[in-house]
């Protein structure tokens, strides 16, 4: 696999009890990060993997019924922690973002989408779908705001449903097989079911850390994959399937298990985000 350069991007965070995402967490309201992944490729340039919070979900969680979203879900955007004005950091502008890779459409992984407005849009159509074909309470109650989404992204996407597979590395077992999304095998998704219609994550080579896998809400944190220990049923079974939510994390744990020097890295995890901003 071609390696990139792998950055993290800390855009704001929500708060939630911790026991609402580990079933031996505490009631204590906790800060979980929203993650974006900025990943340099040596020839298409800066590539982001999910935006995480953005101004526009706060415009987009004004009107009722959506403002129910940010009662339930408190959410913190710090001036100029979006993933667009972070990118000037690394020498970037939101018009160098030729790819924009959305492992799922939650509102705090899809807030950002609206500022890269020249970049190809790579999801699941299973995703897309869900996400358009839902009422704004249905959508509501599944934690997707599709007013996040671009006018023009059926233009704009490219499925991960469509794209190559390919053979993982052996040393990503359990798991086998990925989409090539753009060719050269340097970005492979990879479906994690069970969170939500459509949610995949990312294998690249990291040119510092090796194979790097970016599971997104397939766990809330490295702990929960290290200890196996998935959320409340009630949780997960809101929001996708529950079922499926505790094998893919039972297929992560025994990858970190057989392979614990893996890089794998959760979308919302209190571990990376504190990685990141030292």
């Not at 993982?168 to 095998?185: M, N, Q, V, Y």
Request: hydrophobic share 45%.
């Amino acid at each position: 696999m071609r390696e990139v350069a792998v950055s993290l991007i800390r855009a704001g965070h929500c708060v939630h009890p911790q026991r609402a995402t580990i079933r031996d967490g505490s009631w204590r309201p906790t800060i979980f990060p929203a993650l974006s992944v900025l990943l340099v490729h040596p020839v298409e340039g800066p590539i982001l993997f999910d935006t995480g919070y953005d101004p526009a979900f706060f415009a987009a969680t004004g009107p009722f019924p959506e403002r129910f979203y940010r009662w339930l879900t408190p959410a913190t955007l710090p001036p100029g922690a979006d993933v667009a004005s972070q990118l000037q950091r690394h020498g970037f502008a939101p018009d160098d973002i030729r790819h924009l890779i959305l492992s799922h459409f939650h509102a705090d992984h899809i807030a950002g989408t609206h500022a890269f407005p020249k970049a190809a849009i790579h999801c699941a159509r299973a995703g897309l779908d869900a996400t358009c074909s839902s009422g704004r309470i249905r959508a509501l109650l599944g934690g997707v705001l599709p007013a996040l989404l671009p006018a023009d992204i059926a233009a704009r996407a490219r499925f991960f449903e469509e794209a190559p597979r390919v053979p993982l590395p052996g040393a990503l077992h359990p798991f086998t097989e990925g989409a090539d999304i753009i060719g050269d095998g340097s970005l492979l998704a990879v479906e994690l079911p069970g969170h939500c219609p459509g949610h995949w994550g990312m294998v690249v080579t990291d040119d510092r850390h090796g194979e790097h896998f970016l599971v997104a809400d397939a766990a809330w944190s490295s702990d929960a994959i290290r200890r196996n220990m998935p959320p409340p049923r009630l949780t997960s079974g809101l929001l996708g399937h529950a079922g499926r939510v505790e094998q893919t994390l039972a297929r992560l744990h025994a990858l970190w298990r057989r392979n614990p020097e893996i890089r794998l890295t959760p979308a919302h995890c209190p571990e990376r985000a504190a990685e990141a901003e030292a």
